[in-house]
């Protein structure tokens, strides 16, 4: 959370921040705590997704141990976005434990989505959350770095959803534009 106070040091003066900063706060980073003591705060308090208990529960535990997973208004635009593009094939760059790949599972069951996640522990723990969560979709998880393996990835994707490392992004942009299909 940002929080701004300076002072000199003969603590003569403190900064004074706009009227609209105070907001900020409110709608910082989006890997916070969505549970419901914490709704009614952000966007979220007027667009809450439509989340099956098993994939909340993924979610909170996630919160707890600060894993970055896409908080609600976050997860609520993705399935908005997924729900209306109708995609038949989704790239999914950044798996973290599954939970966003899950949720397009469920908005757009006969999607085939291909997601990458480098770190061994969250690739191992999403395979459990899509058998959890989406049994019967249609995901195929792929340990790797994903620079690595969008060079190798064939085919068409619809809909290519990038929650990676931010800084590669513009190195993968080219490769990217390429996989991505005219709709």
């Known amino acids: 959370r940002l929080r701004m106070a300076t002072e000199s040091t003969e603590g003569l003066y403190r900064c004074q921040l706009p009227a609209w900063f105070k907001y900020m706060d409110e709608f910082s980073y989006a890997h916070r705590d969505t549970s419901p003591e914490s709704s009614g705060k952000g966007l979220a308090r007027f667009n809450k997704p439509n989340i099956p208990p098993e994939l909340q529960a993924v979610r909170e ?8 997973v896409a908080g609600d208004d976050t997860l609520c635009f993705l399935m908005t976005q997924v729900a209306a593009v109708k995609p038949k094939r989704i790239l999914e760059l950044g798996t973290a434990v ?17 997601t990458v996640e480098k770190d061994e522990r969250f690739y191992k723990e ?3 959350t899509f058998q959890l969560c989406c049994p019967n979709a249609k995901i195929k998880p792929i340990f790797g770095d994903a620079g690595e ?18 800084v590669q992004y513009i190195k993968y942009l080219p490769r990217l534009k390429q996989l991505l299909s005219a709709l």
């Open 98 to 114: 599954g939970t966003t790949a899950a949720a397009m599972a469920l908005v757009c069951p006969d999607a085939e989505i291909v």
């Open 126 to 128: 999403a395979i459990k």
């Open 61 to 68: 535990r996630a919160f707890e141990r600060e894993i970055p």
């Open 149 to 166: 393996v969008i060079e190798v990835l064939s085919g068409a994707f619809d809909f290519i959803f990038m929650d990676s490392a931010k």
